[in-house]
């Protein structure tokens, strides 16, 4: 499905739950890197975000 989505769009960027460290070594062995953190999620709730993203994605 990535591989679909990086065809589709270029190099990706995704939120992830910080507290689920499985999605996060999902993403890293896609090559994602953290480049910023969000103390809360999009709706306000204090769930720590992690912003990653691929090289070249903006």
């Given at each position: 499905?990535?591989?679909?989505?990086?065809?589709?769009k270029g190099p990706l960027a995704?939120?992830?739950?910080?507290?689920?460290?499985?999605?996060?070594?999902?993403?890293?062995?896609?090559?994602?890197?953290?480049?910023?953190?969000?103390?809360?999620?999009?709706?306000?709730?204090p769930f720590p975000l992690l912003?990653?993203?691929?090289?070249?994605?903006?």
């Open positions: 499905m990535i591989e679909f989505a990086q065809k589709q995704v939120d992830v739950n910080e507290q689920n460290p499985q999605a996060c070594r999902f993403y890293e062995a896609q090559g994602f890197v953290t480049y910023d953190r969000s103390e809360l999620d999009s709706s306000g709730r912003h990653m993203r691929q090289p070249g994605a903006p």
